[in-house]
């Protein structure tokens, strides 16, 4: 037999082997998704031509919309440029610029949606347009939404338009019994509601809803058209709905117009009948298996925690009792106790990134008997060794906020002990979740105080330095440590820490106020120029459970620093609260209104000085004093104010208690005259023949003088 012509060499092999590799570069996508997926997840029930359905989800199926030639690219991106800026003189110039652009772009609409450098402009243009021409992208998309939604640029174009039309099918909902439908004026317009392409759009998608829920593009398009469906507010759903790393694109100035479709909205029947045809077509076309793994899929997680969320809230609970509702096949074991498959599931998710966050949504929206039964069988016994987990942590307080009183207080005295453990690991937000809990519980919260005062004790007593990780050697001639400035999360939990504790009356809060107070100056003013931690001082100063001494003190400690820190990013903010903080306080207010005109130079030449100069009234400060005097006390609500000596703090509010408004006055007199009148009734007759008449003194006691009738 002939032998096969072989070629000799080194660089004939590593040729040919550059030749396999680009011939296995050219199979189609679709083979090489679908491999990977029968690989790593379980395909849906027998579709026809494997797990993309008609087999056109697969992007070498992918139409080519062709390219925009370079004048085409020219324009739209100087289009695009003068869209961003938004410089027209009104409105109408506006939107002859807008016609214009979609004239030239008639028939070009999938080439811009489809192009890296014009998709931009499309994303702009839906922000602005019109329902007619909003209705006319629509119409230019259809057939072709499968395609669009999985590309990269599309994808984009294609979530903008469906939220920016959201609004649109309420406001025809509305409109439509009021007033019949007239033909419209040009006879190319389209005539159908804004309803029936969102239906009609829903049925090109549907059939590959299995592989758009994980697919890298059309999972967000996808999340955004459920959220649509379900009249929910988009922006309470923006981390589900959106990617943190999608560019923003805006147009200046036109963000305060365009925020009303973000709300929630009302939904005609329909739209529930759609959402409720696609969680059940998911159940019907996955098992178990392929939703747990699901869970832990970084693209395919998010829309299931959003399609549980929707079963459970739009549905009713008692949905969950159904056999084929998505929450039971996802846990079908009732009761889910210990070994059942159900917990070794909720096990297996409870410490990973990802599917923590779909049992974050279980544990929310779960209903009552199987969130007792979840609790009693995995959590209250081991409320503690989660809690020291990075990941597992964020669950329990979910876990947290659906207790009642009584359970809570077992699982405070669970923690408790392990504040001092938590706090080294850095798991703050349990704590804090705890005592907000506590709060709206009405719980004892004295425990949680005690271990709290143990965790970040210094010789000094309770350290709010330490707690807020402020560093005292880390302010040396006014420069910053940027390390220390940085905010990261566990920073900003323990700031949350702190402001939690001010919430709470008594042990919890009398902790942070004397802290403050023992930080002293240099301590405070490093506090208040902590970009982190001056939240935290903010709190302190307007917290409602705040004394009056501890605000007269705590303010004091800032005079001479005030124009110093009205210039600051962070301590300006802290000058801002004292306007709020000085309520009672004229002659605190007024002492730092002169520090602020003695520095007014300075404060106009810088923009975050100019800020503070126009929140505390300075130019009505300077030009009428009177009218400012009278601004200030109309704003805290205080007619009375009265500057205090320094002595014991309780003469100093005396002042406050002592004084009546006038109301309180009219009352007392009005009490006074009908107590009189009802004994001149009872014994009118006694009085005339002893001659004898009541009066009212003046502090409204009744009293009996003589003399002739």
């Known amino acids: 037999m002939p032998r096969e012509n072989q070629k000799r060499g080194r660089r004939a092999q590593e040729k040919k082997r550059k030749h396999d590799d680009e011939d296995a570069d050219d199979e189609p996508d679709s083979k090489k998704v679908k491999s990977f997926t029968e690989q790593d997840f379980v395909p849906l029930a027998e579709p026809p031509n494997g797990l993309f359905g008609d087999g056109v989800a697969g992007s070498s199926a992918t139409p080519f ?40 772009a008639d028939g070009k609409e999938l080439k811009i949606a489809n192009s890296q450098s014009c998709s931009r402009l499309m994303e702009r243009l839906i922000q602005v347009s019109s329902p007619e021409q909003l209705k006319t992208l629509f119409q230019k998309f259809s057939g072709h939404f499968l395609h669009l939604v999985q590309h990269r640029f599309a994808s984009h174009c294609c979530e903008a338009l469906f939220i920016r039309s959201a609004p649109i099918v309420t406001q025809e909902l509305l409109l439509a019994p009021k007033k019949g439908i007239a033909p419209p004026a040009d006879p190319n317009a389209i005539t159908e509601s804004m309803e029936n392409l969102f239906l009609y759009t829903l049925n090109e998608l549907e059939g590959n809803l299995g592989y758009l829920m994980t697919d890298r593009f059309a999972s967000h398009a996808l999340r955004v058209l459920l959220v649509v469906l379900s009249g929910e507010s988009l922006a309470e759903r923006s981390s589900i709905v959106k990617s943190k790393r999608k560019e923003k694109i805006s147009i200046n100035g036109f963000s305060s117009e365009t925020n009303q479709h973000l709300n929630e909205r009302t939904v005609p029947e329909s739209f529930a009948l759609a959402v409720e045809k696609i969680i059940s077509d998911t159940v019907l076309g996955l098992d178990t298996n392929y939703l747990r793994v699901l869970a832990t899929h970084h693209t395919g997680n998010p829309t299931l925690q959003l399609l549980l969320r929707l079963e459970l809230t739009k549905f009713g609970k008692q949905r969950a009792r159904n056999e084929d509702s998505l929450i039971r096949k996802l846990l079908p074991d009732e009761p889910i106790n210990e070994g059942t498959e159900s917990a070794s599931f909720i096990n297996s998710i409870l410490y990973d990134p990802v599917g923590s966050r779909l049992l974050e949504t279980i544990v929310t929206f779960a209903p009552g008997r199987m969130f007792k039964a979840l609790y009693k069988e995995i959590f209250r016994e081991r409320l503690a060794v989660f809690a020291r987990n990075e990941v597992a942590g964020y669950v329990v307080c979910k876990v947290l906020e659906r207790l009642g009183k009584d359970d809570l207080q077992d699982a405070a005295k669970s923690l408790a002990p392990n504040i001092e453990d938590l706090t080294e690991r850095g798991r703050t937000v349990v704590i804090r979740v705890l005592i907000e809990r506590s709060l709206i519980r009405g719980s004892d919260t004295s425990e949680i105080a005690a ?121 300006s903010h802290v000058i801002d609260a004292i306007w709020e903080g000085t309520r009672g306080l004229a002659f605190i207010r007024e002492r730092v209104a002169e520090e602020l005109a003695e520095n007014e130079a300075s404060l106009r030449e810088s923009h975050i000085g100019r800020a503070v100069w126009r929140n505390w009234k300075m130019d009505l400060y300077k030009r009428r004093r009177a009218d400012w005097v009278r601004h200030s006390r109309a704003t805290v609500g205080n007619e009375v104010f009265q500057s205090f000596p320094d002595g014991e703090g309780q003469k100093e509010e005396e002042p406050q208690t002592k004084s009546k408004s006038k109301i309180e006055l009219a009352r007392e007199r009005h009490a006074a005259a009908k107590a009189h009148k009802r004994k001149d009734s009872g014994s009118g007759r006694n009085r005339t023949q002893n001659g004898r008449r009541n009066e009212v003194n003046q502090d409204g006691r009744i009293s009996k003088q003589g003399g002739p009738g």
């Open 65 to 104: 919309y062709g390219n925009l030639d370079e004048r085409e690219q020219e324009y739209f991106k100087h289009a695009d440029d003068m869209l961003e800026l938004n410089q027209f003189p009104n409105a109408e110039e506006r939107d002859v610029f807008l016609n214009n652009v979609y004239r030239e």
């Open 451 to 571: 271990h709290l005062e143990s965790a970040y004790a210094s010789p000094e007593g309770f350290d709010i330095a330490k707690l807020l990780h402020v560093d005292k050697a880390s302010l040396v001639e006014g420069e910053k440590d940027v390390k220390t400035l940085e905010p990261s999360p566990e920073r900003i939990h323990e700031s949350l820490l702190a402001q939690a504790m001010l919430s709470v009356l008594g042990q919890l809060s009398d902790l942070v106020f004397d802290a403050f107070l023992r930080a002293g100056n240099e301590g405070c003013i490093q506090i208040a120029k902590d970009p982190t931690a001056s939240h935290a001082l903010q709190a302190a100063i307007t917290s409602p459970n705040a004394s009056i001494i501890f605000r007269r003190k705590v303010i004091q400690q800032f005079y001479g620093n005030i124009g110093e820190m009205a210039l600051d990013s962070s301590a």
